[in-house]
């Protein structure tokens, strides 16, 4: 009988190994193309009563008062593209809160209000979430390892809309340039930074940091006309817990697609092995 060359055969069955893993590693995301999850986080609205939004106080971030951010209730879906980009839509419930009292503008002017944005945005991920592992590194005693990075960033830019209604209180009388507004409906841009930590193949954390800038000049149901250089912008911090959805071939949420439950259904009735009581088994034997 002809000795084994180990060296050799450990050779082939690492090709072997590396040709399965490959394949696997790079489809292994569109097992789980869809994402969902919700939140809360903090919001800042700058308009014309309150902080503004200029070069010099950088663009509203000097203006932020702690005392004047308010909830944010976020809603996500998201679908992978490809490793790199993703689509995401957003349903956000926001509330608003301002005033000009020790501002630089002090004329007694305040506001309520409640902003509703339903928004679409594209992400680009320059920190990615698939870990590229080598040939049985993907392996442990258990199967197939988790191949989710732990941290992933990414980028996004979007448009969406928005509906706010707000309720603006003056301590002295109201002048010809001041126009109030308190039903509103506009256009936003939001673009900003996103984090997200993996907890295991489907559970994420994920923070956001996004800008939103306005067409419209009435979120906080207020505009003064002659001085209002800027339309009204606005932050929102979240933080949200999202799930990856089961992916079946045809691109659909598994849960929606009749041809993966009947093909899983059939799955488990082959699998099923009929129990024979032992009365019986003894009789055939």
């Known amino acids: 009988m002809a000795k084994i060359d180990h060296v050799k055969l450990s050779i082939i069955v690492s090709i072997l190994i590396i040709s399965f893993v490959d394949p696997v590693n790079a489809q292994r995301w569109k097992l789980r193309r ?36 308010r909830l944010v209730v976020p809603l996500f879906v998201r679908y992978k593209l490809d490793p790199l980009y993703a689509l995401k839509v957003n349903t956000v419930l926001a509330f608003g809160n301002g005033t000009d009292t020790n501002s630089r503008n ?32 993907m392996f442990n005693r258990r199967g197939m390892l988790n191949n989710y990075m732990s941290f992933n960033a990414y980028g996004f830019l979007g448009v969406g809309g928005i509906y706010s209604k707000a309720n603006v ?16 409906i506009g256009i936003c841009f939001p673009f900003g930074i996103g984090l997200k930590y993996t907890l295991d193949d489907r559970w994420f954390v994920n923070a956001e940091l996004g800008y939103r800038y306005s067409v419209s000049d009435y979120i906080e149901g207020y505009r003064q006309i002659e001085d209002s250089k800027h339309n009204d912008v606005y932050y929102f911090l979240t933080f949200s817990v999202g799930y990856r959805l089961k992916t079946s071939r045809r691109r659909l949420p598994s849960f929606l697609d009749k041809d993966y439950r009947k093909t899983r259904s059939g799955s488990k009735a082959k699998k099923r092995v009929p129990i024979i009581p032992k009365s019986e088994k003894e009789a055939i034997e």
């Open 34 to 69: 869809y994402e969902v999850g919700g939140g809360v986080g903090v919001t800042q609205i700058f308009g014309d009563i309150g902080g503004t939004i200029s070069k010099e106080n950088w663009f509203g971030l000097k203006d932020i008062k702690i005392d004047e951010t």
């Open 169 to 184: 209180s003056f301590s002295e009388d109201i002048t010809p340039v001041d126009d109030i507004k308190s039903n509103n």
């Open 106 to 137: 002090d004329r007694g002017r305040s506001y309520k209000t409640m902003l509703f944005e339903f928004s679409a945005q594209a992400e680009y991920y320059f920190i990615p979430e698939e870990r590229r592992y080598k040939s049985a590194a």
